[in-house]
């Protein structure tokens, strides 16, 4: 697979303090990858360097091939989709218009409009104004605007953060459609079923500094401990080694009246975080 992002010893500073620590990852192109850390990790600075809006201090990065000296081409930035905290639309326009003012600028035909609306389930929005819409549905014509011009990367700073449920379940149908197209997709989140969902890969960032990477599922197991779990009917808990020395006792646990509750130890992903950070994701 071709390299999509690639991010060598990446350094940036404010002043004296420095908010990303020399973090090195590789994206390839068309999977999906998340950026997980705690608030003030680091994960806006480095969306934020690889869409040309910050210069990094040190290290290397390229996107699509171009390096962060080009990130400012008319071409970078048109291979580009973004969605984050600046995003915005036109509060007292339609729907309609702000979509149709955002094709415009890109060249893209009107019939992409309606389709990318009702992919997100909005068609029948198409002309409210804005400012007449709920923070969710505002969300979904953010992503429309944002993948109007069918980016060849699309960014997502906390996309779902303080959404419903049903709001977050219609943006992760969507970018799981985008990618099926073969967009390649870099989001932060702290959301963890977010990230177990959606994502090829993860980086856990924490502090400036990548604690580990991975697909989720290889995350998860190289993070459990070879152990089954076992509660009691009075509340009490006991962990047995899986191994062949054990075989009796895992046995009568299994036959045990009292024993309420027996699994083996496959942490989630939030889990997996707070193991190697010590850290909450929240
Ligand atoms: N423009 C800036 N000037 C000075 N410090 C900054 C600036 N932008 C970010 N920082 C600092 O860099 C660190 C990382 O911030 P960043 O916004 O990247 O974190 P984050 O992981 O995106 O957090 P959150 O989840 O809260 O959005 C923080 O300590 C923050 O205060």
Same mark, same amino acid.
């Given at each position: 697979? $071709?390299?999509?992002?690639? !991010? $060598?010893?990446?350094?940036?500073? @404010? #002043?004296?303090?420095?908010?990303?620590? *020399?973090?090195?990852?590789?994206?390839?192109?068309?999977?999906? &990858?998340?950026?997980?850390?705690?608030? *003030?990790?680091?994960?806006?600075?480095?969306?934020?360097?690889?869409?040309?809006?910050?210069?990094?201090?040190? *290290? %290397?990065?390229?996107?699509?091939?171009?390096?962060?000296?080009? &990130?400012?081409?008319?071409?970078?930035?048109?291979?580009?989709g973004?969605?984050?905290?600046?995003?915005? =639309?036109?509060?007292?326009?339609? !729907?309609? /218009?702000n979509l149709t003012l955002f094709r415009k600028l890109y060249g893209t035909e009107q019939?992409k409009v309606?389709q990318v609306l009702?992919?997100?389930?909005?068609?029948?929005?198409?002309?409210?104004?804005?400012?007449?819409?709920? $923070? *969710?549905?505002? %969300?979904?014509i953010?992503l429309c605007k944002a993948v109007l011009h069918e980016p060849?990367? =699309? &960014?997502?700073?906390?996309?779902?953060?303080?959404?419903?449920? !049903?709001?977050?379940?219609?943006?992760?149908?969507?970018?799981?459609?985008? $990618?099926?197209?073969?967009?390649?997709?870099? =989001?932060?989140?702290?959301?963890?079923?977010?990230?177990?969902? =959606?994502?090829?890969?993860? +980086? @856990?960032?924490?502090?400036?500094?990548?604690?580990?990477?991975?697909?989720?599922? +290889?995350?998860?197991?190289?993070?459990?401990?070879? +152990?089954?779990?076992?509660?009691?009917? /009075?509340?009490?808990?006991?962990?047995? +080694?899986? #191994?062949?020395? #054990?075989?009796?006792?895992?046995?009568?646990?299994? @036959?045990?009246?009292?024993?309420?509750?027996?699994?083996?130890?496959?942490?989630?992903?939030?889990?997996? &975080?707070?193991?190697?950070?010590?850290?909450?994701? !929240?």
């Amino acid at each position: 697979m $071709k390299t999509g992002i690639s !991010v $060598k010893a990446l350094e940036k500073h @404010f #002043n004296n303090e420095k908010a990303l620590k *020399g973090i090195s990852f590789k994206v390839a192109q068309g999977e999906i &990858f998340g950026l997980l850390g705690p608030s *003030g990790s680091g994960k806006t600075t480095t969306i934020k360097i690889l869409t040309g809006e910050l210069e990094p201090t040190a *290290g %290397q990065v390229e996107v699509l091939g171009y390096s962060h000296e080009a &990130f400012k081409k008319s071409d970078y930035v048109r291979s580009l989709g973004i969605l984050s905290d600046n995003s915005s =639309l036109y509060e007292r326009l339609t !729907v309609k /218009d702000n979509l149709t003012l955002f094709r415009k600028l890109y060249g893209t035909e009107q019939k992409k409009v309606d389709q990318v609306l009702k992919e997100v389930g909005l068609e029948s929005h198409i002309n409210k104004r804005v400012k007449d819409l709920s $923070k *969710g549905m505002k %969300q979904r014509i953010l992503l429309c605007k944002a993948v109007l011009h069918e980016p060849e990367i =699309l &960014f997502l700073d906390e996309p779902t953060s303080a959404l419903d449920p !049903v709001t977050t379940e219609s943006i992760h149908t969507m970018l799981l459609k985008i $990618k099926s197209r073969g967009t390649t997709i870099m =989001l932060t989140t702290h959301n963890m079923d977010e990230a177990t969902k =959606l994502c090829d890969t993860v +980086a @856990f960032l924490n502090d400036g500094v990548i604690i580990d990477d991975g697909s989720p599922d +290889a995350l998860r197991q190289s993070y459990r401990s070879n +152990a089954m779990h076992i509660t009691y009917n /009075d509340g009490t808990t006991k962990q047995i +080694a899986l #191994n062949l020395e #054990n075989k009796a006792q895992l046995e009568a646990a299994m @036959f045990d009246a009292n024993v309420v509750n027996m699994k083996s130890d496959y942490p989630t992903l939030g889990e997996v &975080f707070k193991k190697v950070t010590g850290k909450e994701l !929240v």
